[in-house]
């Protein structure tokens, strides 16, 4: 079965940039890699996704390994809103499996 | 402004009750999505419908059964079947994806209702 792995936690001082790994070994070629993140009592919220190119928006960049085999979410300069669980997921033909997640914690 | 409503926020059940825990979209999207989630751990799908009159079974399905007779609203229903309850609950819309599901259409998610057993 398809499986993503995050590590539990991670710290960041403010303004500084942010790399979040995940690794999904068992991903398939037709799977896309998402990324969400969730603020305590909230829904989560959609960071980017992206198949095999690297991608960016206005929230984060998205690099993915030439293999697919793991991705990385960019937080370019992280803010103490910033601070949430990253959950890494992978979605393809009637599956859509989530990672446990990152807690991030962002330091004034 | 569009987005999915959750309700009630929080929600108490008595042991052997059924409770039925609504999801409403204005979003005017055809995939809609029912979650699990247990503290400190990622989402678990329960069940999903790419169009009115449809859904399909997630990984944890069991104890839990759904209806999608408008577009707009994918009500759950959690069973007196479903042996351990307690969670909170996750409803999602998303464009559907032609011939596949999720693949490559973000999730827009509601603010989640909290289910406590008494």
């Known amino acids: 079965d398809a499986k993503t792995t995050q590590p539990n936690s991670m710290e960041s001082n403010e303004e500084e940039p942010v790399h979040l790994p995940c690794n999904h070994s068992?991903?398939?070629?037709?799977?896309?890699i998402h990324w969400y993140r969730q603020l305590p009592s909230q829904g989560p919220e959609y960071v980017i996704h992206g198949l095999t190119s690297n991608v960016n928006n206005r929230m984060a960049s998205l690099a993915i390994a030439e293999d697919r085999k793991s991705s990385t979410l960019i937080l370019h300069r992280a803010t103490l809103r910033d601070a949430a669980v990253y959950y890494c997921?992978?979605?393809?033909?009637?599956?859509?499996?989530f990672g446990t997640g990152t807690r991030l914690k962002v330091l004034a | 402004d569009g987005g999915i409503t959750q309700s009630p926020k929080y929600l108490f059940r008595k042991e052997g009750q059924n409770v039925t825990l609504s999801c409403e979209q204005n979003l005017n999207h055809d995939a809609m999505y029912w979650y699990r989630q247990d503290p400190g751990q990622g989402l678990r799908l329960i069940y999903y419908?790419?169009?009115?009159?449809?859904?399909q079974k997630g990984d944890i399905a069991e104890g839990y059964s759904v209806s999608r007779e408008k577009k707009e609203s994918f009500p759950l229903t959690v069973t007196s079947a479903q042996k351990n309850p307690t969670a909170f609950y996750l409803c999602?819309?998303?464009?559907?994806?032609?011939?596949?599901?999720?693949?490559?259409?973000?999730?827009?998610f509601g603010d989640g209702t909290r289910l406590s057993i008494l």
């Open positions: 999602a819309s998303s464009i559907r994806s032609p011939g596949q599901f999720g693949s490559n259409q973000p999730q827009h």
């Open positions: 419908s790419q169009i009115v009159n449809d859904f």
């Open positions: 068992t991903i398939s070629g037709t799977d896309y």
């Open positions: 997921l992978l979605s393809g033909t009637y599956k859509y499996i």
